[in-house]
């Protein structure tokens, strides 16, 4: 049966807010101009000259576009900056799935690839499933708080103090399970074990039933850029605990000796 494209993409675009359109059209005329006036990007786009200095004014605002001493504009840091922290992902994602992949084989359990994406929620960028018929399966995209997960608690321990500060200051401790951490004094008190340790583990706090182990990939610094876990239900993930932690070893062994 064919698809009424036409009608799909009729009801597609009920949703489309039009300024947000508009701004993005005039983020793509940068592909072909360097620098652009406002009257420029008024006639290109086709809005008033008024509503495209609105436009250009709440970009150059928030570090998208900024403004020439001839009064055109080009494109802003912070563009830049999104564009390399995209990169930087991906870049990382390629090169780290290889040895994840390898590690869920020979482990049997589910394995994920973290980062801390905006200084409070830990976003999970890659997996690798296990053959183990019981698994965690959390999809790349996923965020949550940092304390709520191994990847995020063996990403914040490995931070400057600055970072864990600014962290308790800002996250919000509802705990999903008995075993969550409740407040930011039991947090720190984890952090310090972790650091003694070496792997972060979360014993049931996000979910009854599943246990997750992790390690930080750190940098030149000591300081974590990402972390590398092995998830499944507890019963297995306690029998097998010092396999998995070398497993974890083994792996970042092998990424640390990559060039980045």
């Known amino acids: 049966m064919q698809k009424d494209t036409k009608k799909e993409d009729n009801q597609e675009s009920r949703y489309i807010l039009s300024s947000v ?3 993005l059209s005039i983020m793509n005329l940068f592909f072909d101009y360097e620098e652009l006036s406002t009257a420029e990007i008024a006639k290109l786009i086709g809005v008033s000259r008024s509503t495209a200095f609105r436009f250009m004014v709440t970009l150059e605002n928030r570090g998208f576009v900024s403004k020439t001493e001839y009064g ?24 780290v799935h290889p040895y ?5 084989e020979e482990s049997g359990e589910t394995c994920h ?3 801390l994406d905006d200084g409070i929620h830990v976003m999970f960028i890659d997996r690798a499933l296990g053959s183990s018929c019981l698994r965690m399966d959390t999809a790349p995209g996923y965020r949550q708080f940092a304390h ?21 200051k800002k996250t919000t401790f509802k705990p999903r399970t008995p075993n969550s951490i409740k407040d930011a004094q039991e947090l720190l008190q984890v952090i310090d074990q972790i650091k003694l340790d070496g792997y972060a583990c979360d014993n049931e706090e996000a979910e009854r039933g599943l ?29 097998d ?13 092998s990424i640390n000796s990559l060039s980045f």
């Open 100 to 104: 994840l992949s390898k590690m869920a």
């Open 241 to 253: 605990k010092e396999i998995h932690l070398q497993h974890l070893t083994d792996t970042i062994e």
């Open 21 to 23: 359109d508009n701004a």
């Open 211 to 239: 246990t997750c182990f992790a390690k930080p990939l750190l940098d030149s610094s000591g300081h974590a850029y990402a972390a590398i876990s092995i998830s499944g239900p507890t019963t297995r993930m306690s029998t």
């Open 148 to 168: 709520c997960t191994a990847t995020g608690k063996a990403i914040l321990a490995f931070q400057s103090d600055q970072v864990v500060n600014q962290y308790l």
């Open 113 to 115: 690839l973290s980062i």
């Open 72 to 95: 055109k504009y080009r494109l802003g840091l912070n563009l830049f900056s999104l564009g390399m922290l995209a990169y930087n992902r991906m870049e990382l994602v390629s090169m």
